[in-house]
T-cell receptor, first 111, second 111 residues
Framework: DGGITQSPKYLFRKEGQNVTLSCEQN?????MYWYRQDPGQGLRLIYY???????QKGDIAEGYSVSREKKESFPLTVTSAQKNPTAFYLC??????????FGEGSRLTVL | SQELEQSPQSLIVQEGKNLTINCTSS?????LYWYKQKYGEGLIFLMM?????EEKSHEKITAKLDEKKQQSSLHITASQPSHAGIYLC???????????FGKGNQVVVIP
């Protein structure tokens, strides 16, 4: 079945460490997105990519990095520069102006 | 500032009662999406509205996009415990497939 797979579902990290969250889709969607969710904050856009080898910063890109080397994959790296990385991270994809399909999310906790 | 305002932030209704939640933007909405989320899980797509005046229904949930395409409402008829959760509206505010989200409406249904 087609869909979006995020991994890992839960991740613990020590302060000062970088961590990469995986997002893979087999829906043949051109656009992919990363959102961060904190309690009471809704979803905030980190980065998005409309096409392979191209991506744009969202509203809260500082401390994060992404790559889009393949259409199916859009990994997110949370760097040590991100001051408050503990959050729930959601990956999504769509075709232009279409419904966003979401993964199940990755919960990152910094110890 | 929040581009999409959702109101009320939270509401508690008795099972069997109707409820309405709203999503308001200061900009024209090129596409408006309603999702439902259980805390800590991915988002479930409910409906997408694109045309001013458009109204869609699915089971007991009806969503409308006003004529000026700056506000959407979601109405649940005869609410059930299964309707409890966080309702998020998302929208393309610039016509460039960059999707922003509101903070959500938390709905609690009391048996």
């Amino acid at each position: 079945d087609g869909g979006i797979t995020q991994s890992p579902k839960y991740l613990f990290r020590k302060e000062g460490q970088n961590v990469t969250l995986s997002c893979e889709q087999n829906l043949n969607h051109d656009a992919m997105y990363w959102y961060r969710q904190d309690p009471g904050q809704g979803l905030r856009l980190i980065y998005y990519s409309q096409i392979v080898n191209d991506f744009q910063k969202g509203d809260i890109a500082e401390g994060y990095s992404v790559s889009r080397e393949k259409k199916e994959s859009f990994p997110l790296t949370v760097t040590s520069a991100q001051k408050n990385p503990t959050a729930f991270y959601l990956c999504a994809s769509n075709v232009q102006t279409g419904e966003l399909f979401f993964g199940e999310g990755s919960r990152l906790t910094v110890l | 500032s929040q581009e999409l305002e959702q109101s009320p932030q939270s509401l508690i209704v008795q099972e069997g009662k109707n409820l309405t939640i709203n999503c308001t933007s200061s900009k024209t909405l090129y596409g408006l999406y309603w999702y439902k989320q259980k805390y800590g899980e991915g988002l479930i797509f409910l409906m997408m509205l694109q045309k001013g005046g458009e109204e869609k229904s699915h089971e007991k949930i009806t969503a409308k996009l006003d004529e000026k395409k700056q506000q959407s409402s979601l109405h649940i008829t005869a609410s059930q415990p299964s309707h409890a959760g966080i309702y998020l509206c998302g929208a393309d505010l610039g016509g460039n497939n960059r999707l922003a989200f509101g903070k959500g409406n938390q709905v609690v249904v009391i048996p």
